[in-house]
């Protein structure tokens, strides 16, 4: 069978993340030329930052660790207001038809911008077409960890084995179609190890029968899943960063394990609708870079096991359309039916 090849889609942080913020710094004490025009004394209110998934998990707390310093940029209070529901596309459609005035702005995960839509061919929105691309704040690659009573040590390992025993391993996901899922699928498809997927109501869920030797084997965000192999009660075998974690050194990247096109990130990054206007673009990434910046965002981030990007609103919508194209692809290839 062939193998789709699946460009590396990761978005770096821009060798300038501390440069960028100095330029932020600078802008964001200047009047941003036709601002007045656009909105006056904008921003003049709450902003609503929209978080598509339930309290605690990376993207609420992404959103709720920018949101502080934020509104201390922007001078009105910064309100996250989690709308769960359908993969993230509830949330998401509240934003994407929202209308444009910098008011309500949304916290976006690959889930929410990338595998919902590639999934849902009926979705409510388009993720390239419905909305404005701001910044992505933060990236985490996934790991791919196993029981610790699965007799292997190493990627190679447990590829020889799922194809000595196609179908008989056991990898365990957030649900049929969740970015674990695919992320599995993936992986299947390049090196061509069958695993049976058992989906569960939720990523911890199946942590937990990992860890209890339930099922065999997770892609697990990186965010989640360094605690977890750093505990001991799971094997990680892999990263799919193009270099290895801080928080977790031992673990070789998929490329150093020898499966090519493996470079995945799940991103995290803030939206609005389309049609925003590009001076409140440019207000909002400015506060966004100046939230970076801080202190706390930092020490959290890196206890996280996240990687702050920073990027530029063009970088981040060409992130959104690579990836959205890559999970659309996978899909198709692996005959994926949302449930």
Not at 181 to 199: I, M, R
Not at 322 to 337: N, Y
Request: charged letters at 15%; one cysteine or more; a positive charge.
């Amino acid at each position: 069978m062939a193998m789709p090849r699946c460009p590396s889609l990761i978005h770096r942080p821009q060798a300038g993340l501390s440069a960028a913020v100095a330029l932020a710094l600078g802008a964001g004490a200047t009047v941003v030329p036709g601002l007045a025009q656009a909105q006056p004394a904008w921003p003049a209110k709450p902003i609503r930052l929209i978080v598509p998934f339930a309290p605690g998990g990376n993207v609420d707390l992404t959103a709720r660790l920018v949101a502080a310093p934020m509104q201390e940029t922007l001078g009105q209070p910064v309100v996250v207001e989690n709308r769960t529901g359908a993969g993230g596309m509830i949330g998401a459609e509240v934003v994407a038809k929202a209308a444009p005035d910098g008011y309500t702005l949304l916290t976006g995960s690959n889930s929410t911008f990338s595998v919902a839509p590639a999934l849902y061919p009926n979705a409510p929105y388009n993720p390239v077409r419905d909305f404005t691309p701001i910044v992505n704040l933060q990236v985490t690659p996934f790991v791919l960890y196993v029981r610790t009573g699965l007799p292997v040590q190493s990627v190679a390992d447990l590829v020889r084995l799922a194809r000595e025993k196609p179908g008989a391993l056991t990898m365990g996901s957030g649900g049929t179609g969740s970015s674990n899922h695919l992320v599995g699928e993936l992986f299947s498809l390049l090196t061509g190890a069958k695993l049976l997927h058992v989906p569960y109501k939720g990523a911890a869920l199946a942590t937990t029968d990992v860890i209890g030797n339930q099922i065999d084997l997770l892609f697990d965000q990186g965010s989640t899943a360094s605690g977890t192999v750093r505990s001991g009660k799971v094997r990680g075998l892999a990263v799919s960063a193009r270099a290895r974690m801080g928080a977790l050194p031992d673990v070789p990247t998929f490329a150093e394990a020898g499966v090519k096109d493996m470079e995945i990130a799940n991103g995290t990054g803030l939206l609005g609708p389309a049609g925003l206007p590009a001076p409140i673009v440019e207000r909002v990434h400015a506060a966004a870079l100046r939230a970076l910046a801080t202190p706390v965002v930092k020490e959290r981030f890196a206890q996280m096991g996240v990687e702050a990007v920073g990027s530029t609103p063009d970088a981040f919508a060409a992130f959104i359309r690579e990836d959205f194209a890559r999970w659309t692809k996978v899909v198709k290839s692996a005959g994926i039916k949302a449930e």
